[in-house]
């Protein structure tokens, strides 16, 4: 093998492995992130909650997520937060304003 071909597969072997996970396993860690924030629980009043669905994308990227529970809907930002090496991408969760 020339030396060249041994040096691209040096440098690919080399390079970090990227984990990507499933999108179900993605939308899983988003909807834990969205359940495990104590803002988005005040915000809905500690109520039950009735579903989370995923309402779209911001202008910016953010996936929008609305969280409804009897009295209100609830809609919160989710910004990604890469790792700084392998591992998984997580979560920063913003309330888009009050329940209403």
């Given amino acids: 093998m020339p030396k060249r071909a041994l040096a691209v597969l040096a440098l690919i072997a ?3 492995a990227l984990a990507a996970l499933s999108p179900y396993y993605d ?3 988003k909807i ?10 005040d915000a809905v009043r500690q109520a039950p909650i009735g579903a989370i669905s ?3 994308t ?3 990227g953010r ?3 609305t969280v409804r529970v009897q009295d209100c809907d609830l809609t919160v930002h989710l910004t ?8 998984k991408t997580t979560y920063l969760v913003e309330l888009a304003g009050p329940c209403s």
């Fill in 54 to 56: 995923n309402s779209g």
């Fill in 80 to 87: 990604a937060v890469l790792p700084q090496g392998p591992g």
């Fill in 14 to 16: 080399a390079q970090p």
């Fill in 58 to 60: 911001t202008k910016d």
């Fill in 27 to 29: 939308s899983a860690e």
């Fill in 32 to 41: 834990t992130a969205i359940l495990g924030d104590a803002a988005v629980a």
């Fill in 63 to 65: 996936d929008i997520w």
